[in-house]
Nanobody, 120 residues
Framework: QVQLVESGGGLVQLGGSLRPSCAAS????????MGWYRQAPGKQRELVAA???????TYYDTVKGRFTISRDNAKNTIYLQMNSLKPEDTAVYYC??????????????WGQGTQVTVSS
């Protein structure tokens, strides 16, 4: 069983930055892909960024060049550095464990989500 706890969301102005993190329990962290998804009101959950166990990354087109996903296996934690934030980035951001990047499949473990709100 893997438990995920996100933190670091919040309210920020247009053009600002945030760096949410996701801490994972369990011994499998270093061996699985991890991802960040987001869900805005009235919209489906979508993949924002993912990172494989080997460090390969992938990003949703609208966040490329603005967001960076990283992982620290020693701390069982992943991060999402979000720069140049826009109002359309407003959503609940969820951490996901077990992502398979090669086939863009989400994993079975989810965090509780952290709210990110970007004001204009």
């Amino acid at each position: 069983q893997v438990q995920l706890v996100e933190s670091g969301g919040g309210l920020v102005q247009l053009g600002g930055s945030l760096r949410p993190s996701c801490a994972a329990s369990g011994s499998i962290f270093s061996r699985v892909g991890m991802g960040w998804y987001r869900q805005a009101p009235g919209k489906q959950r979508e993949l924002v960024a993912a990172i494989s166990s080997g460090g390969t990354t992938t990003y949703y087109d609208t966040v490329k060049g603005r967001f960076t996903i990283s992982r620290d296996n020693a701390k069982n934690t992943i991060y999402l550095q979000m720069n140049s934030l826009k109002p359309e980035d407003t959503a609940v951001y969820y951490c996901n464990a077990g992502v398979i990047i090669s086939i863009m499949r989400q994993g079975p473990y989810w965090g509780q989500g952290t709210q990110v709100t970007v004001s204009s």
